[in-house]
């Protein structure tokens, strides 16, 4: 759709989510986005479809604000273009979006676009479950060297990318998954352009961003989303987001999305579209109903640790939360002091807030992360990463804190 950069280009997030992106007139008037489902597009001429192809294929550059005419939806589509243009402003320091169908679908194109032959990458451990297979059962079997560094440890981050060679990725989570356990994005990604090789740093910004954590700004080439979470907010859809300073990083990944086919459908398009102009309402509530509840549980004898950042008491934790995080998001963890049974007894008792993976959504959800989503981590990975028996996830939803607070209350009464 056209841009109307002059228009759009002094406004605010809040602001150019709403206006940016989305031409009426090509919309039959229509003041929000129509679907449109169509697999193919209809050339004016012969010429317009030969430039069309021209221009999608590399082979000569579009003018100035000239967009390619759109060909065939694996390509591109118009509610792909209304969404990588409405997103964009959301992710401060980004000038181009991808979507791809789901958040394993952005991470696996991110890899594939700058993985190559006997190259290596340095990760933070943990990561999503999915991520660290991809590293292990198909980036290595590919000849890639995977290099796992326990995040938080910004010493040993520094350390393993200096030391690293053909080094062609820096992958970042943080905060990690269930732990919050925080990695200083701004140091990493200076550790990054020092190498020779200047590996492409990139971010899984799921759990704060795009609202309270701003990873391009602190140097990272490529921001990732599970849009499946926060973005979309409902847990009703799966979708995933790459955005990136550097436009020529997001139409390298535009080409191997082609390829790979997994650009997200026209139809999950419109729905995440629709909640974009949301995104910062829903998380500053679900952040602030985080904390009045790990706050408020923080000292309970049940539990003999409340995870959640403003109750960090590590200096280094204290710190990077501090310089790189506007708000401490909507995830907390608790750690029973009576195990596995305990935290069991928990998860049976809630009542408003339901056991189940996935985060980010409306509701409030609770799962128990050593049995399910980290189940695939070895014993070793997991006492390391401090997903322990105990271990329950909470992400908070729109709900009235009181009401949680309650629940919660009454289900650690229950707790033999
Ligand atoms: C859910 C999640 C993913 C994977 O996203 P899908 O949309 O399920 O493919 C990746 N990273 C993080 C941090 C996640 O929470």
């Keep these: 759709m056209p841009e109307h950069d002059e228009l759009h280009s002094g406004l605010r997030p809040r602001t150019a989510v709403l206006t940016r992106g989305f031409d009426p007139s090509l919309s039959v008037g229509s003041a929000r986005p129509a679907v449109f489902r169509s697999s193919t597009y209809v050339f004016a001429t012969p010429e317009a479809a030969e430039r069309a192809f021209a221009m999608t294929s590399g082979k000569i550059q579009p003018g100035t604000g000239e967009r390619p005419d759109l060909i065939y939806s694996r390509i591109s589509h118009p509610n792909a273009e209304i969404l990588e243009d409405q997103i964009v402003p959301l992710e401060a320091g980004a000038q181009a979006a991808a979507v791809f169908n789901s958040g394993m679908a952005a991470i696996m194109t991110a890899f594939f676009t700058f993985g190559r032959h ?210 401490p998001g909507g995830i907390f963890s608790i750690e029973f002091e009576g195990g596995k049974p305990a935290a069991f007894d928990f998860l049976r008792h809630v009542r408003i807030a339901r056991n189940a993976v996935s985060l980010g959504g409306v509701e409030t959800l609770t799962c128990h992360p050593k049995t399910t989503t980290h189940s695939g981590m ?14 329950v996830r909470v992400s908070v939803g729109i709900e009235d804190w009181r009401d949680l607070l309650a629940d919660f209350e009454q289900a650690l009464a229950a707790v033999a």
């Design 118 to 327: 006997h190259g290596s990458i340095v990760y933070t451990t943990p990561l999503y479950g999915g991520t660290t297979g991809l590293i292990h059962h198909f980036l290595g079997p590919f000849g890639m060297r995977g290099i796992a560094v326990a995040s938080g440890d910004s010493a040993g981050l520094d350390a393993a990318i200096a030391a690293a060679s053909n080094l062609c990725m820096v992958y970042l989570e943080t905060p990690a998954n269930p732990t919050l356990t925080m990695t200083d994005i701004e140091r990493t990604a200076e550790a990054a352009a020092r190498h020779p090789d200047r590996p492409v740093v990139m971010v899984d910004n799921t759990f704060l961003g795009p609202t309270f954590q701003h990873p391009l700004q602190l140097g990272a080439d490529l921001v990732l989303y599970s849009a499946t979470k926060y973005l979309s907010g409902f847990s009703d859809m799966v979708a995933g987001v790459a955005l990136a300073r550097d436009p020529e990083i997001i139409q390298t990944l535009r080409s191997r999305r082609v390829m790979f086919g997994n650009i997200l459908q026209p139809d999950e398009c419109w729905m995440l579209d629709g909640r974009l102009p949301t995104v910062a309402l829903r998380m500053n509530r679900q952040s602030k109903n985080a904390q009045r509840l790990a706050e408020a549980l923080h000292g309970h004898k049940h539990l003999s640790r409340v995870i959640y950042p403003t109750l960090f008491r590590d200096p280094e934790q204290m710190r990077i939360f501090r310089k790189q995080c506007a708000f």
């Design 378 to 391: 070895s014993d070793e990975e997991l006492a390391e990463s401090g997903v322990t028996d105990g271990l």
